[in-house]
């Protein structure tokens, strides 16, 4: 009989540490996910920043005018950046 509770409660102990370790993990998952969206997020940020310059360049500028400053950009930066 005592042999029998023991065993009862060595497999609810078991069992409450497999639940608490799902908990866990989901939860560690969920943050993480969380944690590469706002990657993601800030990284498309700086891109359409980009493009709006790129775009609004092109419109104030025209597309000569637009190369031409490219190109001077380009060539002011270090050769490593490039």
């Known amino acids: 009989m005592r ?5 009862l409660v060595v497999i609810a102990v ?3 540490a497999a639940i608490g370790f ?8 969920k943050k993480q996910a969380s944690a ?6 800030a990284a498309a940020d700086v891109i359409f920043e980009r493009v709006q310059q790129l775009y609004y360049g092109l419109q ?7 190369i031409q400053a ?6 002011r930066r270090p050769l ?3």
């Open 70 to 75: 490219a190109r001077r950009a380009r060539a």
């Open 60 to 66: 104030r500028n025209g597309r000569r005018r637009s």
């Open 22 to 29: 799902f908990v866990y993990r989901r939860s560690t998952q």
């Open 80 to 82: 490593e950046a490039r």
């Open 3 to 7: 042999d029998r509770k023991i065993l």
């Open 36 to 41: 590469q969206r706002d990657q993601a997020q």
């Open 14 to 16: 078991v069992a409450i």
